[in-house]
């Protein structure tokens, strides 16, 4: 099961295929694609990806204890979501135009499109098990609640690109130790027995 760093990983692995993909062109540098929030002052890339939120989407069918062998038992993973923003960095001093910015935009959709499954078995290689895939997918949100998300960052709406990542599978530390079967009972009954001995 995927440990805590999974959240980063996977924003370091849309970054990673932003950088890969959108570089010299439209964007001239892999530094200029970075993690970060609109509300940061004085940097300077050009693309930011920016995670907004994270919510818990609630229970996954599997049993309530995973079998880790040797008498042990942990607790199943918890599934959350989580929500990105991927935005034009307005402080940063290229000297962007609008058809500039749409080209970014257009091009960065076009990725994340195009790279929508993420393994979490390639971000964690020390992973035992197959892991169910994450899809990044476009967050269904209306343009009010895009602009409440730049106004809790105190900064003016702008085109922006808006994902949800899931179901993101966090691990838990608990884990149980189960008793060893110390003793066991066995009938072994021949045609008809059982019958009688019920009787």
């Not at 942990?74 to 962007?96: E, K, V």
């Not at 935009?105 to 098990?129: C, F, K, M």
């Not at 808006?162 to 966090?170: I, Q």
Request: charged share 25%.
């Amino acid at each position: 099961m995927a440990d805590y760093p999974i959240i980063s990983d996977v924003s370091s692995h849309i970054v990673r295929m932003l950088r890969d993909k959108m570089c010299p062109e439209p964007i001239p540098s892999p530094n200029n694609i970075e993690v970060s929030s609109p509300a940061e002052q004085d940097v300077d890339y050009i693309l930011g990806l920016y995670l907004y939120d994270i919510r818990e989407e609630g229970e996954i069918a599997s049993p309530p204890l995973a079998d880790m062998g040797k008498m042990r038992l942990r607790r199943p993973p918890r599934p959350y979501a989580l929500y990105y923003m991927l935005f034009i960095n307005g402080s940063s001093q290229m000297g962007l135009k609008a058809h500039d910015i749409q080209k970014i935009i257009g091009r960065a959709a076009q990725i994340v499109s195009d790279g929508s499954i993420l393994y979490p078995n390639t971000l964690q290689t020390w992973l035992e098990h197959e892991e169910p895939p994450i899809q990044l997918t476009a967050a269904k949100i209306s343009l009010e609640d895009k602009v409440r998300v730049w106004s809790a960052i105190n900064k003016p709406y702008q085109i922006s690109l808006f994902y949800k990542a899931a179901p993101v599978l966090l691990s838990s530390e608990i884990v149980v130790e189960t008793a060893r079967v110390k003793q066991a009972r066995f009938a072994v009954y021949a045609t008809g027995e059982e019958m009688a001995d019920q009787k």
